[in-house]
């Protein structure tokens, strides 16, 4: 399938990128570190010493040569304290030695590779990857409460940035789906891409996307790529974080509802996370979407309340100002 194909293509691309990437690193160490050059000399010359003796059938000359070769191979590591990655991680993805399979199955680097080609045209990452946890400013918040004896817009903020860069340390030990709700411009989208960003550069395979595009993307592989339903959802059960960006703004029918219900339904149960965002309440939710998609949100998701005024109206009267 062309799916499978670009996928593959890509991930050679992220493993030729990767091993050039620890080429030129390795490259600094050798000069940083003369002696490790003159190790792998002495283990080259162990090597063909080795190879000798086991035609011969040299047995003792072996196991002396094997004991004298793992004494370089942890002197080696020794010179290169702190480094020791350079030296023994040398595939992109060491589950699967980057074959794309592991155990008969989609490695998680080649099921990544499959979710961004399927759904590349609307990927929301490259805008993302520009914002981050620093970049956050509680001075666009208020810091008087809207409702008497409620935390202000701003300690609401930073509480939800607090809880968020736990979420991102702490991501494989989290079960929660998140549910970002508040009104336009209050920082849910940023905090998602803070999101994002983090777990990125921790290696974490995210779909990011907005509900409309999920749902025009699913339509378009469907019946314009003649894609099955599995191939299409396929991807979409292998990220490691699946984003839904502006639910609510979708153009809302039967079959679009049919779609991210099975979309959400499909991860719950298969116990991948997932972050949706809306401008509308929950109760809102309930009254948009059927009752089989708006008690799945309710009754999975964590639901984080964002407060304040229009961050984006906020700017343009500074600039104006």
Not at 1 to 8: E, G, I, L, S
Not at 54 to 59: D, F, G, K
Not at 306 to 318: C, N, P, Q, S, T
């Amino acid at each position: 399938m062309k799916t499978y194909k670009d996928a593959y293509a890509l991930l050679l691309e992220k493993q030729t990128a990767y091993k050039s990437v620890q080429r030129q690193k390795k490259e600094v160490l050798y000069k940083k570190i003369p002696e490790l050059s003159v190790v792998d000399h002495d283990m080259n010359l162990l090597g063909i010493a080795l190879t000798r003796a086991t035609v011969a059938r040299e047995l003792e000359k072996m196991d002396d040569i094997r004991k004298k070769m793992d004494t370089l191979a942890a002197a080696k590591l020794k010179l290169a304290a702190g480094y020791e990655d350079l030296l023994t991680h040398n595939y992109y993805c060491p589950l699967c030695k980057d074959q794309g399979m592991a155990d008969n199955e989609i490695c998680q680097c080649l099921g990544q590779c499959l979710a961004e080609t399927s759904f590349s045209t609307y990927d929301l990452k490259t805008k993302a990857l520009k914002e981050n946890f620093n970049n956050f400013n509680p001075q666009y918040y208020s810091d008087a409460a809207i409702v008497e004896g409620e935390p202000s817009p701003r300690k609401n903020a930073l509480k939800i940035k607090e809880t968020m860069q736990k979420y991102c340390k702490n991501y494989d030990a989290i079960s929660d789906h998140l549910l970002f709700t508040g009104s336009p411009g209050v920082g849910k989208t940023f905090m998602s891409n803070c999101i994002v960003n983090a777990l990125t550069q921790k290696g974490y395979g995210i779909i990011y996307v907005t509900a409309a595009h999920l749902v025009s993307s699913i339509q378009d592989q469907l019946f314009r790529g003649g894609k099955t339903s599995t191939q299409v959802f396929e991807p979409l059960l292998l990220c490691d974080l699946l984003i839904i960006d502006d639910l609510g703004a979708e153009f809302s029918s039967e079959y679009s509802q049919k779609q991210l219900y099975e979309v959400i339904d499909s991860r719950l149960n298969a116990e991948k996370k997932m972050i949706i965002s809306t401008n509308l309440s929950v109760l809102k939710i309930q009254q948009t979407y059927d009752e089989r998609l708006s008690s799945r949100i309710r009754g999975n998701f964590k639901t984080i309340p964002f407060l304040g005024e229009d961050i984006r109206l906020l700017k343009a009267r500074k600039g104006r100002g």
